[in-house]
């Protein structure tokens, strides 16, 4: 790696990152490699086609992809040339010509992406989906723009408050779980994190300061758990290291979620790691040795044993998970792994290729990858939201391994059923699938499959898909190949039920327009002409009847009066409201859209909003402090949408509930209620009042214009004597 960095048009700050990138890369480049790279960054900054700042960006994420995934060469190249074909200095042709085919493809990649936000896409779903495409034509772009998005939120205080919050909210719901599904653990962690830290402050700050408070006495236990295990290992003639570590604090705020629990009651807050350094070919062997030493030691939750050694997750993830009774009656999670598939689990995909003797980091995730371009490309006939939530469900679910009566292993999505499993092996066989021999017992083609499941699938020629299989397939290719073959058998039907329809009228010699048919089949109910045509195939329509519905048509009607429409107009309720000072302006300054406010936490004029867009009433508008909100992003990012307040308040009111907590002193509710009616313009709907144990706990209706009026009442209430707390409800 040449040393020379004269002559390079950089300011400090830059100067600074390309010295410290040639030492960090230096294991990866030649001198003529990186020689080659710096003219070509070098010409396009001279001649002022390569802002500074961009340089300083792809050198700082290259030295990221190297440290945290081991990014080869071409992956490296990559991040720092498409910022070269994003300014105009060259082409992607001009790159495979220079240097060669999979750096261009993965530039290619990048540059398509990167179009899509400039055009700010971020859940439009048809250029979602192309987005994806594009993912798949090479892995490298997808650990690209995870590793870029890292670098992204590490930097996000840079950042204004609402780009802050999107940018978050895309990477819990997309980046996470892609960097999940791809192995890497340790960047996947970060990210949530993250994530976390900026969409729900007070709770990623909440539990920061307790994992602070409680750290000296976590580690004293996790020393006193770890020392004994650490003498029997060595009695054992491993040769291992051995540490303890707490959980992230978004997995620590997902399991006070889930159980319902405040932190001081999530006992598993640590997890200790034990690696062992071993020939590849003794890997098994010394894992299970150490499982043995710590069982031995400590009894273990026989239900919380994972073998991931002997059936590897699908992204190549590979560990034993134990989780046992340690000291003082505190379960502690024990994960078991060697140093190789340490790596892995660090580093993803990416380490694969340095442990897959002759493969070079041009090598793709085919089967991953393959599946996921299956997805996208056989779903034309779906809707975008289905694809989408059908690739975000294969993120985040685990695996079942079955076989072929041969003993092929095939994995498949965790639910899978008998008719998933026909249409992965082929979709004629899925097609014709009648059901199945599973263990030697015969089975329905609605059996779930379980692990070790030995599958041999049954056919009849006079099988065909129903609408009603849609219910039990899982899988994205079955589901898929089973509504384009019911379109198919629809459309085949359809016509029929045409042909039919025209014979009859043309033996009638009836005058009938495509137009009376259409009008007619809306009068019977019938959405589209598809379904009134199968309808007619099916005789479930009286074709003799419709004789007399279309000579009804094709009659004269009565004269109408006709009015021109211009200057006709009607002013809806909902434009009346949007168009009042204190309308909501959804997303980018659109108006006059259908919006309800939510019930969950009543905002009212003046409050820090967003819109969650729902499925069958439309947008609703929460606080951005709604106790819901951290779950709705967490789960549904995509359908977030940014929502302020546009003008002034014009005098609507809101109801809000306060809650009030106090000494129950002589004359203290008569104090509140007389503050509450001293108020100009405020209304007080109900009240509530529980005394006990001295203490009062009251809940306050009232009717209020905007936030900075009841931020001033709260204020008042709060100064009574005898009030302990009021907070809004």
Not at 416 to 428: E, G, K, P, Q, R
Request: net charge neutral; hydrophobic share 35%.
């Amino acid at each position: 790696m040449e040393k020379e960095i004269v002559k390079i048009p950089l300011n400090n700050k830059g100067l600074s990152l390309y010295k410290e990138a040639v030492l960090c890369l230096s294991d990866v480049y030649s001198r003529e490699g990186w020689r080659l790279l710096k003219n070509d960054v070098v010409g396009a900054l001279q001649t002022n086609q390569l802002d500074v700042s961009r340089v300083e960006r792809a050198l700082e994420t290259a030295m990221l992809a190297h440290k945290e995934i081991s990014l080869g060469r071409h992956g490296l190249n990559a991040i720092m040339l498409y910022e070269l074909v994003l300014a105009g200095s060259c082409s992607v042709a001009d790159i495979e010509k220079k240097y060669d085919k999979s750096t261009a493809s993965i530039v290619s990649g990048l540059v398509k992406a990167y179009g899509l936000y400039q055009r700010n896409v971020a859940v439009e779903t048809e250029n979602f989906r192309k987005l994806l495409i594009s993912f798949a034509e090479d892995a490298r772009v997808i650990l690209i723009m995870i590793v870029e998005r890292l670098h992204v939120m590490r930097s996000l205080d840079i950042y204004t408050d609402e780009e802050q919050q999107k940018i978050a909210r895309e990477v819990s719901y997309l980046y996470a779980p892609l960097a999940h599904r791809m192995g890497l653990y340790a960047i996947k962690t970060e990210l949530e994190d993250l994530s976390l830290k900026y969409t729900a402050r007070d709770i990623y700050k909440e539990i920061a300061q307790k994992l602070n408070e409680t750290k000296r006495s976590r580690d004293i236990y996790i020393d006193s758990f770890i020392e004994p295990v650490k003498d029997q290992l060595k009695a054992q003639g491993l040769n291992f290291s051995i540490k303890g570590r707490t959980k992230s604090i978004h997995s620590i705020w997902t399991k006070i979620r889930k159980q319902q629990v405040p932190f001081e009651k999530v006992y598993d807050l640590f997890a200790i790691r034990i690696i062992i350094d071993c020939p590849e070919e003794k890997e098994k062997a010394a894992c299970w040795q150490a499982f043995s030493v710590v069982t031995n030691m400590y009894s273990y939750n026989t239900n919380r044993l994972r073998d991931w050694i002997s059936a590897p997750k699908a992204n190549g993830y590979e560990s034993l998970h134990v989780t046992v009774m340690g000291p003082e009656g505190k379960w502690v999670e024990v994960q078991i792994r060697t140093k190789r598939m340490d790596e892995v689990a660090e580093k993803g995909v990416a380490a694969h290729w340095k442990y897959k003797g002759g493969k070079s980091d041009s090598e793709k995730m085919d089967e991953w990858l393959k599946n996921l371009r299956e997805i996208l490309e056989t779903s034309s006939d779906s809707s975008d939201n289905d694809v989408i939530n059908e690739f975000k469900m294969q993120l985040y679910d685990d695996d079942v391994f079955v076989f072929t009566p041969k003993g092929d292993l095939h994995r498949l999505r965790k639910g899978a059923t008998v008719l998933d499993f026909a249409f992965s092996i082929h979709s004629n066989i899925g097609s014709h699938c009648m059901g199945a021999i599973v263990n030697e017992k015969h089975v329905s083609f609605k059996y779930v499959l379980q692990n070790g499941d030995q599958i041999a699938v049954l056919t009849s020629p006079n099988q065909t898909p129903k609408i009603d299989w849609l219910q039990f397939l899982v899988t994205s290719k079955a589901r898929s190949k089973v509504k384009q073959c019911i379109k198919e058998i629809e459309h085949k039907e359809a016509e029929d039920g045409r042909d039919i329809l025209w014979r009859r009228l043309k033996n009638w010699k009836m005058d009938v327009t495509d137009g009376d048919v259409t009008r007619v089949s809306k009068k019977m109910g019938y959405k589209t002409l598809t379904d009134f045509y199968v309808a007619i195939y099916k005789e479930k329509i009286n074709v003799l009847s419709l004789r007399e519905k279309l000579l009804e048509e094709d009659a004269p009607s009565e004269p109408v009066s006709l009015r021109t429409a211009d200057g006709f107009s009607r002013e809806t309720e909902l434009q009346k409201i949007s168009a009042q000072d204190d309308a909501l302006v959804i997303d980018r300054n659109l108006k006059n859209i259908d919006y309800t406010l939510s019930k969950c936490c009543n905002p009212i004029f003046g409050d820090e909003i967003f819109g969650f867009v729902t499925i069958n009433s439309g947008i609703k508008i929460h606080r951005k402090d709604c106790p819901n909100a951290p779950q709705m992003i967490d789960k549904f990012g995509y359908r977030i949408v940014s929502a302020r307040w546009s003008g002034e308040g014009n005098g609507n009111e809101y109801p809000i509930t306060l809650r009030v907590i106090g000494h129950d002193d002589i004359g203290i509710v008569t104090n509140i209620t007389s503050v509450i009616t001293k108020e100009n313009g405020m209304n007080m709907r109900s009240i509530s009042v529980d005394s006990h144990d001295g203490l009062f706990e009251g809940n306050i209706t009232v009717m209020v214009k905007e936030v900075h009026q009841l931020e001033q009442l709260i204020k008042k209430i709060r100064a009574i004597k005898g009030v302990k707390q009021v907070y809004r409800s």
